[in-house]
Each structure stands twice: as structure tokens, then as C-alpha cells.
């Protein structure tokens, strides 16, 4: 059963992560430095690898996550979402910033990036503990 608790929850970020990044795609992209065709999609077409490696990153998230909050008592939703904001915002998106900052990536991308690791990391925690 847990597993499956991962997985759904790893599911939910993931779904997430599709419409946090379509409604933020064009500052995404210009923050990214991304170039794009005359349709405003990425240039060179698609390439379904990111897609992939999210989808498995967020299953390798949410079960460290819910190993985490196993051996610290998290068992409520409450507990669980304010643990999952945690994560993401005093892990995750202190990390991406170091790595923008020492490659000079404009701060926009870290608070887009940083933004879905918080939100996707909250809502890893309330589903974790919704079963």
C-alpha cells in the first residue's frame, strides 16, 4: 500500500509540474534561455527525456519523502503539507539557487523553479498522508 501512496503522489506533483510549467512556459523559457520555433514551442522539437526523468525524480522524491516522514511520526495532512513546504523550501530550492547563482541563471528561474519545488513537495506531503 505505501508504494502506491508513492506513486499517487508522485503523480500528483508531477500533474502539477505540467501546469505550473505551462502556465509559466514563455517566462520559463526566456529565464531558461531557451529558444523557440515560430510557434513559441522549444526549437528542435519534441524530446519526451524530461518528461521521463521528472516522472521518475518525483517517485525517487516522494518516497524518500514518505521514509522521512515515517521515521519523524508525519500521520495528518496538516503535518504532512507544512512538512512537504518544508522540503521544498528549505532543501530544494536553496540548492537551485546555489547551482543558478554559480552558473548566472537569472534569479526569475529560481523562483519558478523554486516555486514548483515548494508547491510540488507540499502537495507530495498531504497525499502521502491522506492514505
Same mark, same amino acid.
Given at each position: 500500500?505505501? !508504494?502506491?501512496?508513492?506513486?499517487?503522489?508522485?503523480?500528483?506533483?508531477?500533474?502539477?509540474?505540467?501546469?505550473?510549467?505551462?502556465?509559466?512556459?514563455?517566462?520559463? +523559457?526566456?529565464?531558461?534561455?531557451?529558444? =523557440?520555433?515560430? #510557434?513559441?514551442?522549444?526549437?528542435?522539437?519534441?524530446?519526451?527525456?524530461?518528461? @521521463?526523468?521528472?516522472?521518475?525524480?518525483?517517485?525517487?522524491?516522494?518516497?524518500?519523502?514518505? #521514509? +522521512? !516522514?515515517?521515521?519523524?511520526?508525519?500521520?495528518?495532512?496538516?503535518?504532512?503539507?507544512?512538512?512537504?513546504?518544508?522540503?521544498?523550501?528549505? !532543501?530544494?530550492?536553496?540548492?537551485? +539557487?546555489?547551482?543558478?547563482?554559480?552558473?548566472?541563471?537569472?534569479? =526569475?528561474?529560481? @523562483? @519558478?523553479?523554486?516555486?514548483?519545488?515548494?508547491?510540488?513537495?507540499?502537495? @507530495?506531503?498531504?497525499?502521502?498522508?491522506?492514505?
Amino acid at each position: 500500500m505505501e !508504494f502506491i501512496n508513492v506513486l499517487v503522489a508522485a503523480a500528483g506533483a508531477w500533474l502539477f509540474g505540467a501546469v505550473w510549467y505551462m502556465l509559466l512556459s514563455k517566462p520559463w +523559457m526566456d529565464a531558461a534561455g531557451i529558444e =523557440r520555433d515560430e #510557434h513559441g514551442r522549444p526549437a528542435g522539437g519534441f524530446d519526451a527525456t524530461p518528461f @521521463i526523468l521528472s516522472a521518475v525524480a518525483m517517485v525517487i522524491v516522494a518516497g524518500m519523502m514518505r #521514509h +522521512m !516522514f515515517a521515521l519523524s511520526g508525519i500521520d495528518t495532512v496538516g503535518k504532512g503539507l507544512v512538512a512537504g513546504l518544508g522540503v521544498g523550501l528549505f !532543501f530544494i530550492t536553496p540548492w537551485v +539557487m546555489i547551482n543558478y547563482a554559480y552558473a548566472g541563471r537569472p534569479y =526569475r528561474l529560481t @523562483i @519558478i523553479d523554486g516555486g514548483y519545488s515548494v508547491f510540488g513537495c507540499a502537495i @507530495i506531503g498531504a497525499v502521502l498522508t491522506l492514505f
